[in-house]
């Protein structure tokens, strides 16, 4: 088991720090949960505590933004999507160069329960004009995305896990923005003989569904597992190739089915005339408290669930 998300993108923001003076931080009273404590310890004259006060704290970082800044402002992503109104217009639609990182994503947060699980934060971020969209599988998936980020000229929300996530990548991997990757192709694929499925995942539940591939292969069916880390921009090519060589696609993801991953892929099937039949696996109701293993569990994230999916012709 690697870390999670959230700790990975604080220890890249406190190396990018050194190199970078204009890199300034933003947090509202939860700068220990958002991992941000390395960037405030090393740069305490760059790091702003707002309080319990996302709204001031997203319009702050706009206007810092403007003062040729890098403003990167972190909470819980339900916290953050509940200031919308303000992202939409001090960030979205006047282009300010704000980075904003959700953490503590959905229902992976487990005991903390309904209130501070964001599950529709994507859904939100994705109907942005101008936004950019990630959500990073493991440790260096996440380093490159933050470097990324904060290297780009342009608003960027970023998603991140509380827990303990698997790592997915080598050493080899490098991120492109608009790409997907495939973390797991099975082994023996024949030409002309379509795999059984095709699984796309993202963020914390891209180990399960690589779990799942590899218990498949052991039955006698073959899956591959695609890591679509950048959900804006969306990998149309890489739906439209499972399209053509897999029997089914399945989508996992810790967020609600409705305008996240599997709405993407659905939709990029949809604008390229495609035909597939695609099995969605998310949230459809709010979560509960739990430890985040028995909500994958219950809610159908987990990989004998994505087995199953992968398994059984959509209904």
């Not at 030409?191 to 993202?202: R, W």
């Not at 659905?266 to 109701?285: F, H, I, K």
Request: proline share 4%; glycine share 12%.
């Amino acid at each position: 088991m690697g870390k999670a998300t959230r700790q990975s993108f604080g220890e890249a923001l406190a190396a990018i720090g050194e190199k970078n003076p204009a890199l300034v931080v933003l947090d509202a009273d939860l700068g220990k949960s958002t991992s941000t404590g390395a960037f405030m310890k090393k740069f305490p004259g760059r790091h702003l505590e707002f309080g319990i006060a996302e709204q001031n704290m997203i319009g702050a970082a706009a206007g810092l933004a403007l003062c040729g800044k890098v403003p990167v402002a972190a909470s819980f992503s339900a916290f953050l999507i509940g200031r919308l109104e303000t992202i939409r217009v001090a960030v979205a639609y006047n282009k300010t160069n704000v980075k904003l990182a959700g953490t503590h994503a959905g229902i992976g947060i487990g005991e903390d329960g309904t209130s501070q699980m964001g599950l529709e934060d994507v859904a939100a971020m994705r109907a942005l004009p101008n936004m950019t969209v990630l959500q990073p599988a493991d440790d260096a998936e996440t380093r490159q995305m933050t470097d990324w980020m904060v290297a780009h000229e342009g608003p960027v929300f970023i998603r991140l896990t509380r827990q303990n996530v698997d790592d997915v990548h080598d050493a080899a991997y490098r991120f492109e923005l608009g790409k997907a990757d495939t973390v797991y192709e099975p082994a023996g694929a024949k030409k002309g003989v379509k795999l059984q499925a095709a699984v796309f995942a993202s963020g914390g539940t891209v180990g399960p569904a690589v779990a799942a591939a590899k218990d498949l292969f052991k039955r006698g069916f073959r899956v591959r597992v695609v890591n679509a880390g950048s959900l804006v921009p969306f990998d149309r090519d890489a739906v439209a190739r499972a399209a053509a060589d897999c029997q089914r696609i399945v989508t996992v993801e810790d967020h609600n089915v409705n305008g996240g991953l599997g709405s993407a892929v659905c939709e990029a099937l949809a604008v390229q005339g495609l035909a597939c039949p695609v099995s969605r696996l998310g949230l459809t109701t709010f979560g509960e408290s739990a430890t985040g293993p028995e909500l994958y569990d219950k809610y159908g994230l987990s990989a004998p669930h994505i087995v199953e999916a992968c398994l059984k012709n959509p209904g």
